[in-house]
């Protein structure tokens, strides 16, 4: 399999609840360190909410240091 299909595969992957919710905690801090604005925050916190793959949740965070949570 190549990487790049290798990537996809992962991509699609369906995430969980805990899932969802770390990626809720990174824009919690991103936040909070006024890194999103109280709009854009929102409108992450939806995306986030109904996201069902791994890829959908990568791309709500996709411009935010990882590193955020300690």
Known sequence: MRPESRAQAAAALRASRADRERVIDLLKA???QGRLDRDEFDAR???AVASRTYGE????TADIP???IG
Do not use: K, P, S, T
Not at 57 to 60: E, G
């Open 30 to 32: 991103a936040f909070v």
């Open 45 to 47: 916190i939806g995306q």
């Open 57 to 60: 949740l990568a791309a709500v």
């Open 66 to 68: 990882a590193e955020l």
